[in-house]
């Protein structure tokens, strides 16, 4: 990029403040490191604005300014405040007087909402927090809602998740544009763990399940997750729990919600799609590394849980193939 790319980000009262900062530095670190970004703070009013945490942050523009010429990318965060900011006639209009002129259109969180206020949605697919998937499917049916991805992009309109996926929302955006090197590089510089592909669930396996509510659990539980490969038969993880096999079984599924085999098969899925998204080792390889034992039942597993081949998941996520 030989200009600088202006970056627009849209807050109000009330944001969620890693909405805009997470974002926001993903940018200036690229900017850093090869890229060329000038980002700008737009709001209902120029100057001081509260974030739902009570952050104070300067807004750079007032929306009862003209939208600027030469905005490349739009990014409208998302925060608590988003219902009554969606109200704001003047600020919905400026979004959608800014999204026809931008070459990319962003959300970030229920920011997806003011997306939706200002028409840009309609028979898109998109995603946002997890909290407010119904909201978005009831008060939007025009829209197709999915809020399993951490960020889908749909033509030149990009969503994410709450919170933290705007860093990969915006990892993303930067690997569009400077390639996967650079938004590597971006990630390492932010001590970000790995730049998670738009695919990746909200939630891992161990968010997503219920947590352990007792020590035998928990311990057969941290077996699974140290090494996804191993024996992880009912007879090993009653060792590492120290439990009778039955009162195992029992325990586990009442605790986390499925059985011992069921947990295992998914961590295990979860880890085989990191390998296939980040690298090229090859599928035998990697079936057999996490446990599959065959690169055929891993695309068994794969088609049973994720409806696709695991050759076909890599073509489609280890590039910017969203």
Known sequence: MTQPSRIAFVIFDGFQPLDLVGPYEVFQYATGLGGAYLCEVVAPRSGGVRS????????????????????????????????????????????AEAAA??????????????????????????????????????????????????????????????????MDLALALVEDDLGRDVAHAVARELVLFLRRPGNQ??????????????????????AIHADPGARHTITDLATHAALSQRHLQRRFTAELGVPPAAYVEQV??????????????????????HGFATAETLRRTFHRRLGVAPSDYRARFRSTNY
């Open 268 to 289: 295990r899925v979860e880890a085989a799609q990191r390998s296939l998204a980040e690298g090229d080792e090859p599928v035998e390889s990697i079936a057999r590394r």
């Open 101 to 166: 002129g931008a070459r990319r259109v962003a959300s970030v969180c229920s920011g997806v909402f003011l997306l939706a206020a200002a028409g840009l949605l309609d028979g898109r697919r998109v995603t946002t927090h997890w909290a407010r998937e119904r909201q978005l499917t009831e008060e939007h049916p025009e829209i197709h809602a999915d809020c399993a991805p951490i960020f889908i992009r749909d033509g030149h309109v990009w969503t994410s998740a709450g919170v933290t996926a705007g």
């Open 52 to 95: 739902n945490s009570g952050l104070l942050v300067h807004a750079d523009r007032s929306v009862t300014d003209p939208a600027p010429d030469g905005v490349d990318t739009l990014v409208v965060a998302g925060g608590k405040g988003v219902d009554q900011a969606r109200g704001d006639a003047t600020l919905v209009g400026w979004i």
């Open 201 to 222: 669930a909200q939630f891992s396996v161990a968010m997503a399940a219920r947590q352990p509510a007792s020590d035998p659990v928990r311990a057969a539980v941290s």
